[in-house]
């Protein structure tokens, strides 16, 4: 019996992070399989920016050039539409059962990347849905640059909705935050970001107003409809890593992977990049060195030699 694994490493999640892992990883010689359920965080956003050589590429067509340029390494295998319904630690590699939602195969690795990024829950507003990616967005250094000096709104329910309206302040003269009933502003923070114009509306909201994408006015339970052009959004995220069996890789208190420095969790073997291993969402070039970097760190383990990464 040959208990070879048949992969050196399995990345699990093919966004930023992941297929630049799996490039700088093949370009290694290393036997590598990404799995990918396809569902990605930012499929609702027309355009990402940030990224050098990129900017303003449309998300879905830059994990398309990704992937056109893995397919010149044969030692890389992509699999789409798919996910790793469970994974399991042996004493010298992981084993994976992979299908669409019941195993239909496994897959053995030495070692394991986790890029599956975060799932992400949005305020209970009526119909936010039909304007998120288009003129709501969710990160500001992404998207505030084509919203400058226009009237925005800032729509959230967490606590620190006060720091995220001094940041989105820096594009625009004109913001309004909505807490949807809740008390995510204080009464000193507001009078805080009342001295730098901003506004906090507290009632509930009743509706967007807009068309085809475009926010034109908010409506709120009191009956004040106030005008806005775009705006932000503050979702709440959380890491999900279901398929994990008898694998408990230590976490923060927001769920979290918790890495070293260059990416390994304290289960050997087990590595994390991307937005499941810091505190929050990223832009997708920051996730995209962070999985050429934790490539280059998994090679170096590998030969169990030191790393300077």
Known sequence: MN????????????????????????RSLARVLVVDADRPRNAATLNSHGFLTRDGIPPHELRRLAREELAAYPNVEVRSRIRVVSLRRTDASFTAEIGRREPAGTASAAAVLLATGLRETLPEV????????????????????????????????????ADRARLIARWTESLTVFTNGTAAVSAAQEADLATAGVVVQRHPIVELIGDRGRLEAVRLSDGAVIAVDGGFVRPEWDASLPFLEGIDPARDDAGHLLTDRAGRTDVPGLYSAGDIAAPGPQQLIVAAGAGARVAAVIVHDGLGIATAH
């Open 126 to 161: 009526p119909n936010l849905r039909g304007f998120y990616g288009i003129s709501l967005f969710s990160c500001a250094a992404c998207d505030a640059w084509e919203l400058q000096g226009r009237r925005l709104a800032l729509i959230g329910e967490t606590a620190d909705l």
């Open 3 to 26: 208990d070879t694994p048949e992969y050196d490493v399995l990345i699990i999640g093919g966004g930023p992070a992941g297929l630049s892992a799996a490039l700088n990883l093949g």
